[in-house]
T-cell receptor, first 114, second 119 residues
Framework: DSGVTQTPKHLITATGQRVTLRCSPRSGDLSVYWYQQSLDQGLQFLIQYYNGEERAKGNILERFSAQQFPDLHSELNLSSLELGDSALYFC?????????????FGPGTRLTVL | AQTVTQSQPEMSVQEAETVTLSCTYDTSESDYYLFWYKQPPSRQMILVIRQEAYKQQNATENRFSVNFQKAAKSFSLKISDSQLGDAAMYFCAYRSRMTGGTSYGKLTFGQGTILTVHP
């Protein structure tokens, strides 16, 4: 158990819908990362937050948005869902968001878009 | 942009034997970190080992060790005395130490290598 929690574990929804994935980092960690793992794209970095502010951005679609709240939990919002958005979405956290920090991964949220 | 390549989609090993997983990367940077992550069937991503590029000494964690060749941009993982619990997908990953860039925080992953351990 990494100490990072993600809810829900599984999510099944229809095209065009909007969903919210939630992540609670390890106690004491200030930085949160979101990754997408799909069969065709592999593991891709989406976005990083540090203490409530966006720190780095990767291949995140405009239909996707994220935020980190004052209590440090983070949410990833996916809207206008398409079949290709079906994937495993990981949240990871680290102490300070520095390059050398170990990123601890949560168990992931499996999103299925029908 | 940095890229990470794992050229072995699948590998297999007999229990108690040694196996080496390959990884190459492409970067113009001189300072970075390299990682190996393990993803068992549970899908949980677990850090196996990390290497700082500025350190010449290869990292070791119990049965896991790396062969880091900076000039060749190669970073292989050796698993000794393989155990059934080592069966998983293994990912090589790169992380820049360059601060301020838009990709500073990200881990760039390879495609993964599925390791099967035979009893």
């Amino acid at each position: 158990d990494s100490g990072v929690t993600q809810t829900p574990k599984h999510l099944i929804t229809a095209t065009g819908q909007r969903v919210t994935l939630r992540c609670s980092p390890r106690s004491g960690d200030l930085s949160v990362y979101w990754y997408q793992q799909s069969l065709d794209q592999g593991l891709q970095f989406l976005i990083q937050y540090y203490n409530g502010e966006e720190r780095a951005k990767g291949n995140i679609l405009e239909r996707f948005s994220a935020q980190q709240f004052p209590d440090l939990h983070s949410e990833l919002n996916l809207s206008s869902l398409e079949l290709g958005d079906s994937a495993l979405y990981f949240c990871a956290s680290s102490v300070a968001g520095l390059a050398g920090d170990t990123q601890y991964f949560g168990p992931g949220t499996r999103l299925t878009v029908l | 942009a940095q890229t990470v390549t794992q050229s072995q989609p699948e590998m297999s090993v007999q229990e108690a034997e040694t196996v080496t997983l390959s990884c190459t990367y492409d970067t113009s940077e001189s300072d970075y970190y390299l990682f190996w992550y393990k993803q068992p069937p549970s899908r949980q991503m677990i850090l196996v080992i990390r290497q700082e590029a500025y350190k010449q000494q290869n990292a070791t964690e119990n049965r896991f060790s790396v062969n880091f060749q900076k000039a060749a941009k190669s970073f292989s993982l050796k698993i000794s005395d393989s155990q059934l619990g080592d069966a998983a997908m293994y990912f090589c990953a790169y992380r820049s130490r360059m601060t301020g860039g838009t990709s500073y925080g990200k881990l760039t992953f390879g495609q993964g290598t599925i390791l099967t351990v035979h009893p």
